[in-house]
């Protein structure tokens, strides 16, 4: 009923068309009020807000995620969703232990160090070795074993804060290679500069997975003071001495799982619109930004088009499990909805900073869709990039496999002073660029799940 | 030589002078010389970096503050100092242990938290009780005894970010007299919101001193967002349970000491300025805002007057030991020296960021000299206020006794988000406004050690 009353009133809007089909129009129209409407939205927010406090860390296979899923079917629930319910797998989770770094001679002084995923533990009372220095990942590879063997590696690099976040890809490389690399020389372990654009002591954890065959080391990363405290030492040409306790350990096989909630669609033929964002963060902070915004945002878009009355698709929102770790929760969702027909896919998963892209994913048959979905989303300050969708962590395959989907990239600049530590907390989001977030989504959402157009695969890559 | 050289160049300018004696014009002319070579400065980024990355964190009493001492009596000497040398007294000595704070119930997450100095240890299994939250620290002087007995209490306030850092003083006595009001009324540990303007999660320690007949209790700070979740999870009605381990312990005494060092001057009679920071830092960053600063500063402006040759009169810096824990090394010093004619002292200990103020401390006989040591500054930036100079925490015995002084006020807008976390590190300090700093410090030295007249004392206050 709301819905054919917002329709009605948006006729006189309608006159001023001058492309595309009537019926088309129409849902643009209804996509441009709910998008205004949703700069007023609360919701987000609160799933932001109430993840954060009430559950707080939540590192995937723990119990703590398991309190997440119970803490998401109950707000997904409450907000009126069909179908809310959790889907399990299996997985291997590794949990952190203490971490201490300390500088033994010829300058004794603690550092601040976190260990990366997967990272192997030291005896509980430290390693004590000599530390070789590295200026990139380039010149680690470079080196011969006889300078590494035995020693702490320590690589450092130069990334710097970009919008689209793109430093992320190309620096990352230090954290998720060099463990590997540093061990099949012979490292006795490898502490790298973290991979962030912060200069705060609190180090940037991730995960990094071990290369066929490498035998896995101790692997942490000191925060960015602390590695430049480090290049100073080193800078002044004496031997020096680090003690590294890591003492991380696997506890086998654990239950993970995603949480799934629905919008029904008045039309079961048109395909399903998989949307969603990722419900386990790492354990050193909250998780605000990677990614309770994303859940949020995505759950608050799909209530708000639930809310103006039933679309033509159906809009299912998933919060998967394990992102952090490898993608165990995308991956279980996958293999298991593989013959499901998904025609559109989109994740959040890069902060609550405001959107300022979009990128397409749209089959040429369906270049109207892509520019009414451009166009509802330019008055929100965001433009269509030539860049093609990548569906992102959890939905990146779907997209490979020639599903539609469209990328809403978010402002990165500040992301990656936050992103893996303790400091990803609430306090670091906006609630005035988290509306312009769901405002984006609800728009986008609006325009994709009532198009009367077929939504077709684009060629798979 | 080199001095008189200057002087006869400054000539010229003295045709200008509209008032006041010639021989002080005269002097003034190198001020300003001084000043502008200053703004070059390599010294004090030498210093600073030098010491926060050779030393690092140096705790009074400590080995560590030892060894401070030890690398700043061979950087004095190197710097061509006279009389370089550590004047030792004894102290007690409060250290650190572990740290954790966790809610138990019913929202399971730690928290990040630090022991304030002279906090009392808890079992080291850590102890838990229900949290009690109060918005102020007159909130909890309200408060029955009842309300607070055998809890955790934990206090809130709304410090914000000055220019001159007054809101310190007004908010930091939740830290300071918060944690004898809580055992006071027999709460079993206290936690207070930390004393900052950051919203990162490293918690600011301090110092705080049970008052007399108080019974030590656990006593700690929580990072800025950690005390904003404990709010938000208090608001929300349920019973809170804390699980808070604190670990530190007394050593007993220990010695402690002071680095000093002099330019002598060319007139005895003339008096001695005393000008200083302090070396101790606390343990949980490098100290270089706090106050790897202000050692550098005062060392580098001295030096500089040094190369141009002796001034009228000496002048002494000091490098004192254990400011944080209470003033065992100015207090010593203060003891020892009280016999010598101190003529003008000044303090820097707030940073490393522009001085913008100048808050004058002289008789009424000596305002020639206060204007032209305004007058200097006022290229800077700097301007005289009518706020009267304090000496600081090191120096301000000295001015309460009625010796002159100036303080040279420094932009504290950034001050409180570093200041005594594991964040005050060297990339905290931005060279350009050390640099300022020092061209500041040189330019009032150069008046003020050479004025013909005789500095008065104030009235004592």
Redesign the interface.
Known sequence: MKKQLLLAAALPLLSLSISAAAPAQRVAGQAERLREAALEDDVAWDIV?GL??????RLAGTE?EARAREWGVRKLKSLGFSNVHIETYDMPVWVRGEERAE?VS?????L?VTALGNSAATPAAGLSAEVVGFASLAELEAAPDSAVRGKIVFVTHAMSPTQDGSQYGYFGAVRRTGPSVASRKGAAAIVIRSIGTD????PHTGVQMWAQGVQPIPAGALS??DA??LE??LK?GKPITMRLTLTPRNIGVQQGGNVVAEVRGTDPDAGIILIGGHLDSWDL??GAIDNAAGVAITAAAAKRIMDAGRPRRTIRVVWFGAEEVGGNGSDAYRTAHAKEKIVFVSESDFGADRVWRMDPGFAPANAALSDRVAAVLAPLGISRSTQPASGGADLGDWVRAGVAGVDLQQDGTRYFDYHH???D????IDPEQLRQNVAAWTAMLSVVADAREEIARTPAR
Request: no cysteine.
């Open positions: 807000e954060t406090t009430e559950v707080g860390p703590a500088i010829p300058f004794p002084q603690k601040a200069h705060h002591r609190n960015v003071p430049e405290q100073r030492m002044r902070g909250t530590t303790p400091d907390t609430l306090d670091k």
